[in-house]
């Protein structure tokens, strides 16, 4: 999925070219204003599908791969570039359902509790909201999260990889229904299809020999600040609902209400203006809702833009 992507779609596709010239690269940009579309044109290999308006990056990807008959599916962010070939990953996902390999950064480090965490429990994402795991990285709640305890060079079973380099079965990805396009425009939604595809007893395995550069951030950088936050809120709200038990989604809820007033401190601070209330007070309005209802369904099918 490419979302003004011009800086980097050539290098992807190129890399993606010379590495695993057998796979077929399909394009589904969602209404590019920049020159990302005559990037892809200008390489003739590729299928390119365009959307007149963004529809959000589960419902492109569901695109993408309901115009692909392969029967082993990569999922590749724009600025991730193949440093290998994946062979490896078509065999795990042959064996297990699933497979990732392991992003770094352009320095070739490995990008650390990004490229395998766990799935998120209520209390890794309520040390999120409030900012704890950014002041104080080594927390024991955080350290189990993003995989701190693990060795980024051995092979084996992971709970969540990055879904900016994943691969999946076509069956698996049939029998899950694809991505959630509740989990609108962004985030969660690789997490999602995760912790199902683990709840139906599918493994995913991590093979480190596959590596590919990531940028990081490409995409949601380009979203205004004010909305990464909201879309960030919504689809977490979206997630504890879904897949948390009541109290532990009850008190998903209450974290997202609770950090939002420092959250919108610092950012009126840092902005110098009260632009950011009317942002946290949607999401203070929202988690509320979803709070103090007797169901989950004002979370999971609602969309806040």
């Known amino acids: 999925m490419t979302f003004n992507s011009e800086a980097v779609i050539g290098p992807c596709l190129d890399a993606l070219n010379k590495m695993a010239p057998h796979v077929k690269p399909i394009v589904v940009d969602n209404a590019s204003s920049d020159r990302t579309l005559e990037r892809v044109r200008e390489r003739a290999h590729v299928e390119l599908i365009t959307n007149p308006d963004n ?30 070939g994946v062979d490896s990953l078509i065999e795990a996902s042959q064996q297990y359902g699933l497979a990732a390999g392991k992003l770094v950064d352009l320095n070739g480090e490995p990008q650390a509790g990004f490229t395998i965490r766990r799935l998120p429990t209520p209390a890794a994402l309520i040390f999120e909201l409030f900012g704890i795991n950014r002041f104080w990285p080594s927390n024991p709640v955080n350290r189990r999260y993003r995989y701190e305890d693990r060795d980024l060079n051995q092979k084996g ?37 995760c912790k199902r595809a683990l709840d139906l007893k599918y493994r995913i395995e991590y093979v480190p020999t596959v590596q590919a550069t990531h940028q990081g951030a490409h995409s949601v950088g380009k979203i205004p600040e004010g909305c990464r936050a909201l879309y960030w809120c919504v689809s977490l709200t979206k997630y504890a609902a879904k897949h ?62």
């Open 157 to 193: 079973p992971v709970e969540q990889p990055a879904g900016a380099f994943l691969m999946t079965r076509r069956d698996v990805w049939a029998t899950l229904h694809g991505f959630d396009e509740s989990f609108h425009p962004v985030w969660f939604e690789d997490v999602d299809f």
């Open 55 to 84: 529809r959000g990056f589960a419902a492109a990807v569901n695109q993408g791969i309901s115009a692909c008959d392969a029967d082993f599916l990569l999922l590749l962010n724009p600025d991730a570039y193949l440093l290998t």
């Open 244 to 305: 948390f038990h009541s109290a532990g989604y009850r008190a998903v809820c209450l974290a997202v209400v609770l950090s939002s007033f420092p959250r919108m401190v610092a950012r009126m601070i840092q902005d110098r203006s009260l632009q950011s209330v009317a942002t946290y007070r949607k999401i203070v309005r929202f988690a509320g809702l979803c709070l103090f209802s007797f169901g989950r369904s004002a979370a999971r099918g609602s969309r806040i833009s």
